[in-house]
C-alpha cells in the first residue's frame, strides 16, 4: 500500500499532471538569482560595495556566456488532454535534446562476466560517489553493470521545478513492448519518455495519471484522465479516446476511475479491474472493463464509507484485488457484506472472498507453473509470502529479520516471460546493514526455500520520519524477460527528493543458466 498521505496528497491536486508544474523560468537563470542570493543574503562579512561589484560580474558574465538565450531545444506537436470539455487545441511541448554524453553508448560494463551473487552474507553498501548519469559501471558488491539514467539537474523541462526523477513504481511497468522506450516520472507529476537503449530524455509528455503500455504496440501508452480511459500515441503526439466510464454508471457524480495508482491491466492489456471513486473522493464502485470488446463486463456498487486503498486485475485477468485500508479481525474473516483486508473476486466480481487479513505491499505474477499469484510482505508472520489465488493456500517463502531496524518492502511482478520468479527491493534508514537483505535488489524464486540472486544495494537511505524520502524508496520494476531492472535512489541524501533513476542490465543468458541449476 502506497502511504495514506501520499494519495491523499496527490488526490487533492489537480488532476491534470502539467498543472502540478510550477513555472520558474530557465535553469541557468534560476542557478544566477541562486547565486546572487548567497552573496547578498549570506556573506556577512563581505562590505556592500564587494558585494554590489561580485553581484555585477557575475550577471555580466551570465550575459556573455549566453544565459539570456533560449535553451537550444528542438521541438514537437503533441495534444494537450483537457481535463473536462471538448478536446483542446494542439500546443507545443519540448523534446529534450540530449548532451553529448548521451550518445549511443551501450549499457555493457568492460569485460563484463558476472559471477551472481546467491549467498546470505552480510555485504556492507560500499562508499561510492554518486555515479554521472549515463555513464555505466560496475557493482564492486554483486558485480552487476548499473547505470544512471536520468540527471535530475539536465533532463527536466525548463517549467518543471521537480528535484528528482524516477520509475513510477515497483508494480508498474516503465519499459514498453519492445524495451526501446522507458516512461520516467519527474516527482511533480510530470512524464517523460526516454530511449530504452541509449538513455537519452527524449520528449515529455502530456499525459495525466496511471499510464500503461500496451503488452503488444511499443509506439501505445493508456493514461487515466478522471472518468475516462485515453491512449497516448508516442510517435505522432496524438490522443485518443477510449472509454468514458461516467455513462457506466448513471446518475452518479463520478471524479475518477482508476486503479489508485498502484493496478495495472492483465499482462495482454485487455482486462482492466478499475475503480470508481465520487467527487469526495470515496469509493462508489468496482469495475471490470474489457478493452478488446469495449465493455464494462462487471459492476459492483461499494460501501463508501469503506475506504479501498487499490484495486488491480490478476495477471491473466481471471482474478479482481481489492486492497482494503480496513484489516479484518483474527477471529472474523472478511466476506462480500464486510469487505476487509485482500478481497478476491472472480473476473465477473462475483464469490468475493477475504484470502489475507491484512496486507502488506504486494504485487501480482505467475508461478513456475503458470498460476497467477500474488507475492505479499505477509503482517501476520513476518514473511515474504505467495498466495494462489486459485485455491487460496499461502506459501511461506523467505523470512524478515525486523530485530534490528524497521525495513520497507517492494514487489515487481511484471516478468511475465520469467515465471517463478519476483523481484524484491528493500529500503530502511540505516546507512549500514544489519542484514542480509538490508538495502538490496534481489531476485526471489517462487517456491518454499527457493533460490535468491543479488544485485545490487540501492544506496538509498529513507528514513520514514521524513516526508520527502517516500520518492527515495527505490521502488525497484523489472521488464518483461527479468534482464532490465529500474531503481530509484537518493544516493544518502535522504530527506532531499533529489533523487534519480538506475538501470541494472543483466545478461541475456543469466535466466538460462538458472535454469539449468
Same mark, same amino acid.
Given at each position: ?16 499532471? *502539467? ?35 561580485? /553581484? ?14 533560449e ?7 503533441v495534444?494537450? /488532454?483537457?481535463? =473536462? ?20 553508448i551501450?549499457?555493457?560494463c ?30 564492486p ?8 539514467v ?11 521545478p521537480?528535484?528528482?526523477?524516477k ?35 527524449r ?39 477510449? =472509454? ?9 457524480k ?12 492483465s ?42 486503498d ?14 482494503h485500508d ?34 502488506? =505491499? *504486494? ?19 513476518d ?47 540505516a ?20 533460490? /535468491? ?21 527505490? =521502488? ?10 529500474l ?25 538460462? *543458466?538458472?535454469t539449468?541449476?
Open positions: 500500500m502506497a502511504r495514506l498521505w501520499k494519495k491523499q496528497l496527490l488526490k487533492r491536486l489537480p488532476i491534470k499532471a *502539467s498543472s502540478l508544474a510550477i513555472p520558474r523560468g530557465k535553469v541557468r537563470f534560476n542557478k544566477l538569482l541562486n547565486l546572487v542570493s548567497l552573496i547578498t543574503c549570506c556573506s556577512t562579512w563581505i562590505s556592500w560595495r564587494r558585494r554590489s561589484v561580485l /553581484i555585477l560580474f557575475f550577471t555580466l558574465g551570465f550575459v556573455a556566456c549566453g544565459g539570456w538565450q535553451d537550444n531545444i528542438a521541438a514537437t506537436t495534444t494537450e /488532454i483537457p481535463t =473536462h470539455g471538448p478536446q483542446s487545441e494542439i500546443k507545443n511541448k519540448p523534446i529534450i535534446k540530449p548532451g553529448a554524453d548521451a550518445e549511443l551501450g549499457i555493457r568492460a569485460s563484463y562476466e558476472p559471477a551472481l551473487v546467491t549467498d546470505l552474507e552480510i555485504h556492507e553498501v560500499p562508499l561510492k560517489k554518486e555515479p554521472s548519469a549515463r555513464v555505466p559501471f560496475q557493482d558488491v554483486f558485480n552487476t553493470c548499473i547505470v544512471r536520468t540527471d535530475r539537474f539536465s533532463d527536466l523541462s525548463p517549467d518543471d521537480s528535484l528528482g526523477l520509475n513510477e513504481y515497483s508494480r508498474v511497468q516503465s519499459f514498453n513492448a519492445d524495451d526501446s522506450l522507458i516512461l520516467v516520472y519527474s516527482i511533480t507529476g510530470n512524464w517523460y519518455i526516454y530511449d530504452g537503449w541509449n538513455l537519452s530524455p520528449v515529455q509528455i502530456p499525459i495525466d495519471v496511471e499510464p500503461r503500455w500496451d503488452f503488444k504496440d511499443p509506439d501505445l501508452l493508456y493514461f487515466i484522465t478522471d472518468s475516462r480511459l485515453m491512449a497516448y500515441r508516442v510517435s505522432t503526439g496524438s490522443t485518443d479516446l477510449i =472509454h468514458n466510464f461516467g455513462a457506466d454508471l448513471p446518475g452518479e463520478i471524479a475518477m476511475v482508476w486503479t489508485r495508482y498502484e493496478g495495472s491491466p499482462s495482454d492489456s485487455r482486462y482492466w479491474g478499475l475503480m470508481a471513486e465520487d467527487e469526495d473522493w470515496h469509493p462508489v464502485a468496482l469495475l471490470i472493463y474489457d478493452l478488446e470488446t469495449d465493455q464494462v463486463i462487471a459492476k459492483r456498487m461499494v460501501d463508501r464509507e469503506k475506504d479501498i487499490s484495486v488491480s486485475i490478476s495477471t491473466l485477468g481471471n482474478y479482481f484485488l481489492a486492497f480496513d484489516y479484518c479481525d483474527t477471529d472474523s474473516p472478511g466476506d462480500e457484506t464486510n469487505p476487509c483486508g485482500l478481497m478476491v473476486y472472480d473476473r465477473y466480481l462475483q464469490n468475493g472472498v477475504n484470502l489475507v487479513r491484512i496486507i502488506g =505491499h *504486494s504485487d501480482l505474477t505467475l508461478d513456475a507453473n503458470g498460476k497467477e499469484v500474488l507475492v505479499f510482505q505477509d503482517i501476520d508472520t514473511y515474504i509470502s505467495m498466495l494462489e489465488l486459485d485455491s487460496g493456500e499461502i506459501t511461506a517463502l523467505v523470512p524478515i529479520d525486523f530485530s534490528y531496524s524497521a525495513l520497507g518492502f517492494h514487489f515487481s511482478g511484471n516478468a511475465v516471460q520469467m515465471p517463478g520468479w519476483v523481484l524484491v527491493s528493500t529500503s530502511n534508514g546507512k549500514s546493514s544489519a542484514t542480509w537483505m538490508d538495502d538490496q535488489i534481489f531476485a526471489l524464486e517462487l517456491k518454499q526455500n527457493g533460490r /535468491i540472486v543479488r544485485f545490487a544495494h540501492t544506496h538509498s537511505v529513507v528514513d520514514e520520519s521524513q516526508g520527502h524520502d517516500y520518492w527515495a524508496e527505490p =521502488h525497484a520494476s523489472v521488464n518483461t524477460d527479468f534482464t532490465r531492472i531503481f530509484t535512489s537518493n544516493w544518502g541524501r535522504h530527506g532531499t527528493e533529489e533523487v534519480d533513476m538506475y538501470l541494472i542490465q543483466l545478461p541475456d543468458e543469466w535466466t538460462k *543458466s538458472l539449468n541449476e
